[in-house]
């Protein structure tokens, strides 16, 4: 495999434009802290955009942020926690998940967390990676230079490619430079804990509180078997978890409304500052399910009402760990022991007994083989499938940008 | 616009009843004086009768009505309530307008997952009117929600004095279902959170009816905050308005809306609603915040002490709803106020750095003088978003080209400081043809291409957001060939 590490965007369009010549595609990596993640590929050639990074412009009182593509997240973090201020959407560092060393890991880049479009439980209130992915310049596997979005956090000039971008896991071009919108990290944060609750009251209790105005900014819940992955908790006892962030006596006040209104049915507790900054860590992080070995793991996008019925269905047909994020929206499960990672019996029951349910299930990390004998990402129905495809003809019509990382063929 | 396709305009009666057998009773309009209602939207300056209009009550007559216009290559032009500020829904003469007034339904209201599934040419506000007695409301407020519909808000990512703190209408959807030109009706998102691969959802939010028909709605909805407080802040210079913005975003707030009107607003709105605005300030500042109460009055205090570092001339908290609602009043009132001191004007939206604020409005008042034609600015302060007023007469002869001329020297300033050329309005005809001040023909391109994945035919809205028309086919065609670029200075490893 050749490899190819472009200085600067004229050099990242002849690397893209030479690959197109000669029909060798292309491997997009930035730290390569999430390779494992998608279809398993094997290209003539590997991309390497890691010296196309640094920040290039940051003002705080902006609220925006332009990085090199592939700019590490522990450099923007630390500029940001200087001047007060957080990516909003949590990127997730998926280093332990994926059982790598620290290095890689900790290569993991900014442009990595926006093409994956990866959030964490912050999410259900400030929205996902997409939601503050502002504007970006790169290469399109037509080998031509081009931008979309802006370098302010409002505007609706054009098409909002930036959403195309996101969560396209380079199919469609390589970033060189991207501007992010970044937030004031809060004053003050508290968890409120409830134990023992089983899943379906757990969900309710959830749903009770994003449904209170107390602004809720995490919602979990890890049934007893799980909570064993996170350091701060005792580890037989089911937890649910509420993130409350803001000014000190608003966090206070909001603290103490929650465990009145929510406490009477269950044992209820809260962390303070300190202790919440790891426990939120390690739920952004798949902590619970870090120590998985090789279960295939997934990621399940549904309904919030449905993760706990979905988590015990999936767990009462297979070997599974699960816990929840996303107030029961999105359920984490590490499957062992079936041949095809749990793929049918999952997507099954994102369907529902009637066939109507909405969601989609991802394979996270899985076997190179299992990542190619199954869907990595929920199959779509033959029409949106076909518009997809075409999108991607449209930017990369010769598919020489990351070819099969997410459907066979293309 | 395009030029008028004379095939197609001679075959208006074919076409008037093909589509009376897919809408069947008064769902097409044909006459002279019904299709008037339709001629313009929100941006009056442009006019076009359309060819005719249809207005399908379901899914499958939108599928048809779609699927018949590509088979005979008939432009088509959707439209909500029609109160777009940039021409997105101004009809072509050889074009059919494709009302969406009868989806007019909220299908379901779903408190446990908090969202609400409506049709499209629901309001924004019945969407809050629907919920609020449980405690919810939907949160993108643009200005014209009482009458704007949610299919449209869709179209344009409508944002409003609330979206930096609650975003615009694309971080406040789950899903929709949608019918492309030809006919295919497919459905994204949900009830649930993300794309299970490319975010066309992301995509179609925001594309000014180019990409698609959007036919149902998932929304987001929200737990009402306990208490809102704002604070009027007046003061000597814009320089120190600005300043005052900056500092409150420094401070690590996000006020749930922080706006702010220059001299002439403020005279204006005053002078037609009386709410005590300070008329010896240069600017003034709305400052709202949210949540609970605790948090508000809290919040309120720190502004305030920051105003009184920025050279605050006036500090009001507002001490009860009455008064909170009557700070906002004159505000929400600014563009009738203008439209009662001006016979004409003209509402510009471009989006700017805020630290170049003070330099933008002192070129603007340059601009003003060149152009002689008076400004007023209201200005989403907390993200950068300027809506300058143009006052002019369209009576006088030659002012409707200068107001025109002066809003493009606006825009392209806009886009010189960092900015951009449209914070919340849309593109749609008004700004096609700046497009080039922003985007260089291979973005275009790129934007262009992906149209063509939508509708190879360019058959729906065309003549909106991109200044030039290109066929598909002749962008797609590939430049780089095998052999003529051989790269000899490529790094390699």
């Given at each position: 495999?050749?490899r190819?590490?472009?200085?600067?965007?004229?050099?990242l369009?002849?690397?893209?434009?030479?690959?197109?010549?000669?029909?060798?595609?292309?491997?997009?990596?930035?730290?390569?802290?999430?390779?494992?993640?998608?279809?398993p590929?094997?290209?003539?050639?590997?991309?390497?955009l890691?010296?196309?990074?640094g920040i290039?412009?940051?003002?705080?009182?902006?609220?925006?942020l332009?990085?090199?593509?592939?700019?590490?997240?522990e450099?923007?973090?630390?500029?940001?926690?200087?001047?007060?201020?957080?990516?909003?959407?949590?990127?997730?560092?998926?280093?332990?998940?994926?059982?790598?060393?620290?290095?890689?890991?900790?290569?993991?880049?900014?442009?990595?967390?926006?093409a994956?479009?990866?959030?964490?439980?912050r999410?259900?209130?400030?929205?996902?990676?997409?939601?503050?992915?502002?504007?970006?310049?790169?290469?399109s596997?037509?080998?031509?230079?081009f931008?979309?979005?802006?370098?302010?956090?409002?505007?609706?000039?054009g098409?909002?490619?930036?959403?195309l971008?996101?969560?396209?896991?380079?199919?469609?071009?390589?970033?060189?430079?991207v501007?992010?919108?970044?937030?004031?990290?809060?004053?003050?944060?508290?968890?409120?804990?409830?134990w023992?609750?089983?899943?379906?009251?757990?969900?309710?209790?959830?749903?009770?509180?994003?449904?209170?105005?107390h602004?809720?900014?995490?919602?979990?819940?890890?049934?007893?078997?799980?909570?064993?992955?996170?350091?701060?908790?005792?580890?037989?006892?089911?937890?649910?978890?509420?993130?409350?962030?803001?000014?000190?006596p608003?966090?206070?006040f909001?603290?103490?409304?929650?465990?009145a209104?929510?406490?009477?049915?269950?044992?209820?507790?809260?962390?303070?500052?300190?202790?919440?900054?790891?426990?939120?860590?390690?739920?952004?992080?798949?902590?619970?399910?870090a120590?998985?070995?090789?279960?295939?793991?997934?990621?399940?996008?549904?309904?919030?009402?449905?993760?706990?019925?979905?988590?015990?269905?999936?767990?009462?047909?297979?070997?599974?760990?699960?816990?929840?994020?996303?107030?029961?929206?999105?359920?984490?499960?590490?499957?062992?022991?079936?041949?095809?990672?749990?793929?049918?019996?999952?997507?099954?029951a994102?369907?529902?007994?009637?066939?109507?349910?909405?969601?989609h299930?991802t394979?996270?990390?899985?076997?190179?083989?299992?990542?190619?004998?199954?869907?990595?990402f929920?199959?779509?129905?033959?029409?949106?499938?076909?518009?997809?495809?075409?999108?991607?003809?449209?930017?990369d019509?010769?598919?020489?940008?990351n070819?099969?990382?997410m459907?066979?063929?293309? | 616009?395009?030029?008028?396709d004379?095939?197609?305009?001679?075959?208006?009666?074919?076409?008037v009843?093909?589509?009376?057998?897919?809408?069947?009773?008064?769902?097409?309009?044909?006459?002279?004086?019904?299709?008037?209602?339709?001629?313009?939207?929100g941006?009056?300056?442009?006019?076009?009768?359309?060819?005719?209009?249809?207005l399908?009550?379901?899914?499958?007559?939108?599928?048809?009505v779609?699927?018949?216009?590509?088979?005979?290559?008939?432009?088509?032009?959707?439209?909500?309530?029609?109160?777009?500020?940039?021409?997105?829904?101004?009809?072509?003469?050889?074009?059919?307008?494709?009302?969406?007034?009868?989806?007019?339904?909220?299908l379901?209201?779903?408190?446990?997952?908090?969202?609400?599934v409506?049709?499209?040419?629901?309001?924004?506000?019945?969407?809050?009117?629907a919920?609020?007695?449980?405690g919810?409301?939907?949160?993108?407020?643009?200005?014209?929600?009482?009458?704007?519909?949610?299919?449209?808000?869709?179209?344009?990512n409508?944002?409003?004095?609330h979206?930096?703190?609650?975003?615009?209408?694309?971080?406040n959807?789950?899903?929709?279902?949608?019918?492309?030109?030809?006919?295919?009706?497919?459905?994204?998102?949900?009830?649930?959170?993300?794309?299970?691969?490319?975010?066309?959802?992301g995509?179609?939010?925001?594309?000014?009816?180019?990409?698609g028909?959007?036919?149902?709605?998932?929304?987001?909805?929200?737990?009402?905050?306990?208490?809102?407080?704002?604070?009027?802040?007046?003061?000597?210079?814009?320089?120190?308005?600005?300043?005052?913005?900056?500092?409150?975003?420094?401070?690590?707030?996000?006020?749930?809306?922080?706006?702010?009107?220059?001299?002439?607003?403020?005279?204006?709105?005053?002078?037609?609603?009386?709410?005590?605005?300070?008329?010896?300030?240069?600017?003034?500042?709305?400052?709202?915040?949210?949540?609970?109460?605790?948090?508000?009055?809290?919040?309120?205090?720190?502004?305030?002490?920051?105003?009184?570092?920025?050279?605050?001339?006036?500090?009001r908290?507002?001490?009860?709803?009455?008064?909170?609602l009557?700070?906002?009043?004159?505000?929400?009132?600014?563009?009738?106020?203008?439209?009662?001191?001006?016979p004409?004007?003209?509402?510009?939206?471009?989006?700017i750095?805020?630290?170049?604020?003070?330099?933008?409005?002192?070129?603007?008042?340059?601009?003003?003088?060149?152009?002689?034609?008076?400004?007023?600015?209201?200005?989403?302060?907390g993200?950068?978003?300027?809506?300058?007023?143009?006052?002019?007469?369209?009576?006088?002869?030659?002012e409707?080209?200068?107001?025109?001329?002066?809003?493009?020297?606006?825009?392209?300033?806009?886009?010189?400081v960092?900015?951009?050329?449209?914070?919340?309005?849309?593109?749609?005809?008004?700004?096609?043809?700046?497009?080039?001040?922003?985007?260089?023909?291979?973005?275009?391109?790129?934007?262009?291409?992906?149209?063509?994945?939508?509708?190879p035919?360019?058959?729906?809205?065309?003549g909106?957001?991109f200044?030039q028309?290109?066929?598909?086919a002749?962008?797609?065609?590939?430049?780089v060939?095998?052999?003529?670029?051989?790269?000899?200075?490529?790094?390699?490893?």
């Amino acid at each position: 495999m050749s490899r190819f590490a472009p200085d600067d965007l004229d050099e990242l369009r002849d690397a893209v434009g030479e690959a197109l010549a000669v029909e060798e595609p292309l491997e997009v990596v930035a730290g390569g802290s999430k390779r494992g993640f998608g279809r398993p590929l094997q290209l003539p050639r590997l991309l390497d955009l890691s010296r196309l990074a640094g920040i290039r412009d940051y003002q705080p009182s902006e609220l925006v942020l332009t990085a090199g593509a592939a700019t590490p997240i522990e450099e923007i973090d630390a500029a940001l926690a200087e001047a007060g201020q957080m990516l909003a959407f949590e990127p997730p560092d998926l280093g332990a998940l994926f059982g790598l060393p620290e290095a890689v890991a900790g290569q993991r880049t900014l442009g990595g967390a926006l093409a994956c479009n990866l959030s964490g439980p912050r999410r259900i209130k400030a929205g996902a990676a997409r939601d503050h992915f502002l504007g970006f310049r790169g290469v399109s596997g037509r080998g031509e230079i081009f931008k979309a979005g802006g370098k302010v956090v409002k505007n609706v000039t054009g098409y909002d490619l930036c959403k195309l971008m996101a969560g396209s896991f380079g199919t469609l071009a390589a970033l060189e430079e991207v501007t992010v919108k970044v937030l004031p990290r809060p004053e003050a944060l508290s968890t409120v804990m409830l134990w023992g609750l089983d899943p379906l009251p757990a969900v309710r209790a959830l749903s009770r509180a994003l449904a209170s105005p107390h602004e809720i900014s995490g919602a979990v819940y890890i049934p007893a078997p799980s909570t064993t992955g996170l350091m701060s908790l005792p580890g037989s006892t089911a937890v649910a978890a509420l993130r409350l962030e803001g000014p000190d006596p608003s966090v206070t006040f909001r603290r103490e409304r929650l465990l009145a209104e929510l406490g009477s049915d269950c044992e209820a507790t809260s962390l303070d500052d300190e202790s919440s900054i790891p426990f939120w860590q390690a739920v952004r992080d798949v902590l619970p399910l870090a120590g998985s070995g090789d279960r295939a793991i997934w990621r399940v996008s549904v309904a919030p009402s449905r993760g706990g019925e979905l988590g015990e269905a999936i767990a009462r047909r297979l070997d599974t760990s699960w816990y929840l994020d996303w107030a029961g929206g999105l359920v984490w499960a590490a499957i062992a022991g079936a041949e095809d990672g749990g793929a049918a019996v999952i997507r099954d029951a994102i369907r529902g007994a009637d066939g109507r349910g909405t969601g989609h299930a991802t394979l996270i990390k899985g076997s190179p083989e299992l990542r190619r004998a199954v869907p990595v990402f929920e199959p779509q129905l033959p029409a949106l499938a076909a518009l997809v495809r075409r999108i991607k003809e449209s930017f990369d019509p010769c598919r020489i940008l990351n070819p099969g990382r997410m459907v066979d063929g293309f | 616009m395009p030029t008028p396709d004379a095939t197609v305009l001679e075959r208006r009666a074919d076409i008037v009843e093909a589509l009376r057998r897919i809408v069947p009773g008064e769902g097409v309009i044909v006459s002279h004086a019904e299709r008037r209602a339709y001629e313009s939207d929100g941006l009056t300056a442009y006019r076009q009768l359309p060819l005719v209009v249809v207005l399908p009550s379901n899914v499958e007559q939108v599928a048809a009505v779609l699927r018949y216009c590509k088979e005979f290559g008939v432009k088509v032009v959707p439209r909500g309530a029609g109160t777009s500020l940039s021409g997105g829904a101004l009809p072509l003469a050889d074009g059919v307008l494709l009302g969406m007034a009868k989806f007019n339904r909220i299908l379901e209201i779903d408190y446990e997952n908090r969202c609400a599934v409506v049709q499209p040419g629901v309001t924004n506000l019945a969407i809050t009117k629907a919920v609020e007695h449980a405690g919810f409301y939907y949160a993108p407020d643009p200005s014209s929600q009482i009458a704007c519909t949610i299919g449209g808000n869709v179209a344009e990512n409508s944002g409003g004095v609330h979206c930096l703190k609650y975003g615009l209408t694309t971080n406040n959807i789950l899903g929709i279902e949608m019918v492309l030109i030809n006919g295919e009706i497919i459905r994204l998102g949900g009830k649930h959170l993300d794309a299970e691969n490319y975010d066309v959802l992301g995509i179609m939010t925001g594309s000014e009816g180019l990409l698609g028909v959007v036919t149902e709605v998932t929304v987001r909805i929200l737990p009402k905050p306990t208490a809102a407080r704002a604070l009027l802040v007046g003061f000597p210079t814009t320089e120190d308005a600005a300043n005052c913005v900056a500092a409150v975003i420094a401070a690590g707030i996000i006020p749930a809306g922080m706006e702010m009107m220059d001299r002439p607003a403020i005279h204006a709105a005053e002078a037609f609603v009386q709410v005590g605005y300070p008329l010896d300030v240069e600017a003034l500042l709305i400052v709202e915040v949210d949540g609970a109460p605790v948090e508000a009055d809290h919040l309120i205090g720190k502004i305030e002490a920051i105003a009184r570092n920025h050279n605050a001339t006036t500090i009001r908290p507002s001490r009860d709803e009455p008064e909170r609602l009557a700070f906002w009043s004159g505000r929400k009132a600014a563009f009738p106020a203008v439209g009662r001191i001006s016979p004409d004007y003209y509402c510009m939206d471009g989006t700017i750095p805020r630290a170049r604020l003070a330099e933008v409005l002192t070129r603007m008042r340059t601009l003003s003088e060149q152009n002689r034609l008076a400004v007023a600015n209201v200005f989403h302060a907390g993200d950068g978003n300027l809506h300058p007023l143009i006052l002019y007469d369209a009576n006088n002869p030659g002012e409707v080209e200068r107001a025109e001329a002066f809003g493009a020297d606006i825009l392209k300033l806009c886009v010189e400081v960092g900015g951009v050329l449209t914070g919340e309005h849309g593109v749609g005809v008004e700004k096609r043809d700046l497009m080039g001040t922003m985007f260089d023909e291979c973005d275009l391109a790129h934007q262009e291409r992906l149209k063509c994945a939508f509708d190879p035919d360019g058959l729906l809205n065309p003549g909106k957001v991109f200044p030039q028309l290109h066929r598909c086919a002749e962008l797609g065609r590939l430049h780089v060939h095998a052999g003529r670029l051989p790269f000899p200075d490529l790094p390699r490893f």
